[in-house]
């Protein structure tokens, strides 16, 4: 079984301030697990994703996130954020099956 | 270098008609998947396709039917429409192989309202 929890629906932010998304992951095999990002009336795209070869993961745009089995957690983070990463972004995981679980999203907002 | 093409991208239907919802990929991809997407539920798989000929359900598949009718294409019926499917319908592909821990590539979505 397998299940995704992002903390926090809506998100805001200034312009220029750190982005934190959280993710927390339950997977009774090693996971696999993925950021998304959605803009209004498109469909998800790769932002990264971790495959068990570095903890520490970098994506597009200037996102990146860490792997941490102790806690988890998979939270993606970008020191500054940018009016365009205004967007909702999903958490996801599988555990190498067919099957990937998505989290709820969370909306981010960036204030100028 | 389309990737995952759904049509049609928007729809009006009344309660009881039906229609099919078309999804192709070029990407190669052995596994193909529909999602709907409603406020603050995330995606919810409906079906999926691990390969030419099989289909299985996921989340939520009442009221849904599937068809994988070849490697690039699989489509998703509603024979009965209901105003709980009013949603907006993802398409996506996948390449799974031993390792499985390759990404989805989505389709731009279609938007669904039923009177």
């Known amino acids: 079984a397998q299940s995704v929890t992002q903390l926090g629906s809506h998100v805001s932010v200034s312009e220029g301030a750190l982005v934190l998304l959280r993710c927390n992951y339950s997977?009774?095999?090693?996971?696999?697990l993925f950021w998304y990002v959605q803009y209004p009336n498109q469909g998800l795209q790769l932002l990264l994703k971790?495959?068990?070869?570095?903890?520490l993961v970098k994506g597009i745009n200037g996102f990146e996130a860490e792997f941490k089995k102790s806690e988890t957690s998979f939270h993606l983070t970008k020191p500054s954020a940018h009016m365009s990463d205004a967007a909702e972004y999903f958490c996801?995981?599988?555990?190498?099956?067919?099957?990937?679980?998505f989290g709820t999203g969370t909306k981010l907002q960036v204030i100028p | 270098n389309a990737g995952v093409t759904q049509t049609p991208k928007f729809q009006v239907l009344k309660t009881g008609q039906s229609m099919t919802l078309q999804c192709a990929q070029d990407?190669?991809?052995?596994?193909m998947y529909w999602y709907r997407q409603d406020p603050g539920m995330g995606l919810r798989l409906i079906y999926y396709?691990?390969?030419?000929?099989?289909?299985d359900k996921g989340e939520v598949p009442n009221g849904y039917n599937v068809s994988r009718l070849n490697k690039r294409e699989f489509s998703l019926r509603l024979e009965s429409a209901a105003p709980s499917q009013t949603s907006v319908y993802f398409c996506?592909?996948?390449?799974?192989?031993?390792?499985?821990?390759?990404?989805?590539?989505f389709g731009d979505g279609t938007r669904l309202s039923i009177l």
């Open positions: 996506a592909s996948r390449q799974v192989d031993r390792g499985g821990n390759q990404p989805q590539h």
């Open positions: 990407m190669n991809h052995n596994s």
């Open positions: 996801a995981v599988t555990g190498g099956y067919q099957k990937v679980t």
């Open positions: 997977s009774s095999v090693p996971p696999y």
């Open positions: 971790y495959t068990s070869a570095a903890t």
């Open positions: 396709s691990a390969s030419e000929g099989t289909t």
